[in-house]
Nanobody, 120 residues
Framework: EVQLVESGGGSVQAGGSLRLSCAAS????????MAWFRQAPGKEREGVAY???????DYTYAVAGRFTISKDNAKDTLYLQMDSLKPEDSAMYYC???????????????WGQGTQVTVS
């Protein structure tokens, strides 16, 4: 069983930066396809960034060029560097993982509890 714990959320002014972390246990992140999702109040959960086991990445259009997904295999931790933040980036951010590739789709088996990001 894979467990995911997010951290790093908080409140920031528009134009600022945050780095989210997702610590994984139960499986090495090197073996997992991983992604970041977000959900704002009243909106559907959307895929934000995806990282394949071979290092390939994908981003939703709204964050491309501003967000960067990466991982540290030695620490079994996934990251999301968020720069040039906008108020519309405010949401609960979730880490997701699976042994199969779902890119920005919702079918991941393992999910974290989320970390709140607020941009004013």
């Amino acid at each position: 069983e894979v467990q995911l714990v997010e951290s790093g959320g908080g409140s920031v002014q528009a134009g600022g930066s945050l780095r989210l972390s997702c610590a994984a246990s139960g499986s090495a992140v090197s073996n997992l396809y991983m992604a970041w999702f977000r959900q704002a109040p009243g909106k559907e959960r959307e895929g934000v960034a995806y990282l394949a086991t071979n290092g390939g990445t994908d981003y939703t259009y709204a964050v491309a060029g501003r967000f960067t997904i990466s991982k540290d295999n030695a620490k079994d931790t996934l990251y999301l560097q968020m720069d040039s933040l906008k108020p519309e980036d405010s949401a609960m951010y979730y880490c997701a993982a699976d042994q199969y590739a779902f890119n920005l789709g919702n079918a991941y088996r393992y999910w974290g509890q989320g970390t709140q990001v607020t941009v004013s």
